[in-house]
């Protein structure tokens, strides 16, 4: 899971790489059929999550009747809610579990989520540090809907200059 997760989306921080000859082939393979096929699941979580921006918006329309502010509520909410859960927060939980700095941790959230991917910073590779279990699938879903969430601000902010 963690191998998809940060192979398909191009992410590719170097310390993962196949060593044989069929491992190399069978990674061109699978990234020509994965990496589209990622890019679609990550466009349809996007739409999911801005389905459910633009619902609870809906609802405070109808309660409220704020009909002008709607497009503005939906932008904020998703804007700060993916803020919070996806840049924000888990720097805390890499502080913690890694012992990197909050900046350290913020540096390692965006250029994941942004698939950059230096391979300066990656999570639960200290021999140092035991991991629970769960951290690592976790972090891959982590980067699964912060992917989807930085495309929608992508494709917010695109909307806007055009």
Known sequence: FKFNTSFLPSLGYGNLSPSTVAGRIFCVLFALFGIPLNLVLLNEIGQLMLLGVQHCAHRLEEVFHWQKKVSLLIKTCALVTGLLLFLLLPPLLFSDKE???????????????????????VIGMNPDRTYPSWYKNVISLWILFGMAWLALVIKFCINFLE
């Open 99 to 121: 012992g990197w700095s909050y900046e350290e941790g913020f540096y390692y959230s965006f250029i994941t989520l942004s698939t950059i991917g230096f391979g300066d910073y």
